[in-house]
């Protein structure tokens, strides 16, 4: 039995459980459970926050799991990576107050920027140069610099209609992501041949579906 750990409520819920489910693997799945075994796989899905994914793999409470690459990235484990899943595409933007003069990345010096990816914006900042001040927050980025918080912000963009209304400006794309299958790198073989099988499914649904 292997067992994979999904979004339980979110953006990646559903296309994870539909791709699941294109995979011709059946099971039952509640609101109010949190875990459920397949019924013609041995696979047991556990249902958690997209946060807490990488850890649980990493730490082998699960073996495998779907999350987004700017998750995967910023709990610093992007080795655990091992297929690209094609939906849940989104950027990691910087953004700036609509009126604020702008030219490039080095107008960031010495700035207060808000985000809930200190790792990954530190890390595009320090490749160009840029020293700033991030201050996390983990939720609602988007109206810190209309109740000046923060010059500027660095969060997940899809269609800039959030941004708008909280009248920022989208600068620069720090991060492209999209939905990722990760496993824990020391499965046992048993485990290892079931992910290949599982692997070899989603590779058919993809292919399948262009
Ligand atoms: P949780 O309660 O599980 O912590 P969350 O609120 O952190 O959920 P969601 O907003 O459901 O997360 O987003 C989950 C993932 O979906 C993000 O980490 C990102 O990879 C992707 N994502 C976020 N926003 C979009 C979007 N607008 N379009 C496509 N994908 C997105
Ligand atoms: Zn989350």
């Given at each position: 039995m292997i067992r994979l750990a999904i979004q339980?409520?979110?953006?990646?819920?559903?296309?994870?459980?539909?791709?699941?489910?294109?995979?011709?693997?059946?099971?039952?799945?509640?609101?109010?459970?949190?875990?459920?075994?397949?019924t013609n796989f041995p696979l047991e899905i556990l249902f958690l926050r997209d946060d807490d994914i990488p850890g649980y793999v990493q730490d082998g409470v699960a073996d495998l799991g779907i999350v987004g690459q700017n998750v995967l990235v910023e709990a610093g484990f992007p080795a655990l990576e091992v297929e690209t899943l094609g939906f849940s595409k989104c950027r990691l933007s910087l953004a700036v107050l609509r009126n604020e003069a702008y030219s490039s990345v080095a107008d960031l010096q010495g700035k207060n920027i808000a985000t809930s990816y200190p790792q990954i914006l530190g890390r595009y900042l320090a490749g160009e140069g840029v020293q700033a001040h991030l201050h996390t927050i983990s939720g609602s980025v988007e109206?810190?610099?209309?109740?000046?918080?923060?010059?500027?912000?660095?969060?997940i963009v899809s269609s800039g209609s959030t941004l708008l209304g909280n009248g920022l400006r989208e600068v620069e794309t720090?991060?492209?992501?999209?939905?990722?299958?990760?496993?824990?790198?020391?499965?046992?073989?048993?485990?290892?041949?079931?992910?290949?099988?599982?692997?070899?499914?989603?590779?058919?649904?993809?292919?399948?579906?262009?």
């Open positions: 339980k409520s979110g953006r990646l819920s559903e296309d994870s459980l539909n791709l699941i489910r294109e995979c011709g693997i059946s099971f039952v799945s509640s609101t109010y459970k949190l875990k459920t075994e397949a109206i810190a610099p209309s109740i000046g918080l923060a010059d500027a912000i660095c969060d720090v991060f492209r992501s999209e939905a990722v299958l990760i496993a824990n790198q020391s499965l046992p073989a048993e485990k290892q041949e079931l992910l290949a099988q599982l692997q070899f499914r989603m590779q058919a649904v993809r292919r399948a579906r262009r």
